[in-house]
């Protein structure tokens, strides 16, 4: 069954809800998603606060060396770059978009990865700089996306 991933594990939606994904292009159903709860979404947002604040590093995410957070961020866009092909497939499904353009929704997704990843390594935050510019100095912390 669709699950969603909390504190690290892999689990059921409250009650077991689900959601069909379906096509636009037919309207019918390819895939399932959890429908997670209200409870499920406090869940998800307090075990991410407690990761954000208290990382397996001890010092949670915002005190980690910048080279280490720029690892992070090239290894997420070489993780969508080695599933490129089934990412815009499903793309594709989901939103109805030319396969061609979905390949490249993929690819542009990675690269701001890296654009990311090379901002925080190039170190420049001073004021004026295009670090200072696009990265904000406060994290935002934690959030959640709901529909309905």
């Not at 594990?9 to 997670?36: M, Y």
């Not at 499904?93 to 542009?108: I, T, W």
């Not at 654009?115 to 100095?137: F, I, K, N, P, R």
């Amino acid at each position: 069954p669709p699950r969603l991933f909390i504190n690290n594990e892999w689990v059921e939606a409250e009650g077991g809800a689900t959601l069909p994904v379906t096509s636009p292009r037919d309207g019918r159903a390819f895939a399932a998603i959890a429908d997670g709860s209200a409870r499920d979404v406090d869940l998800a947002v307090r075990a991410a606060r407690k990761c954000f604040d208290a990382s397996p590093r001890s010092a949670g995410w915002p005190a980690w060396p910048t080279g280490e957070r720029a690892k992070v961020l090239r290894a997420i866009g070489e993780g969508l770059r080695s599933r490129a092909g089934d990412l815009a497939i499903l793309e594709t499904m989901d939103c109805g978009k030319p396969l061609v353009e979905s390949h490249a929704d993929v690819a542009a997704s990675a690269g701001l990865f890296d654009y990311y990843a090379d901002l925080v390594d190039s170190g420049d935050s001073s004021e004026g700089g295009m670090t200072a510019q696009v990265l904000s100095v406060d994290e935002a912390g934690v959030s959640a996306n709901l529909r309905r």
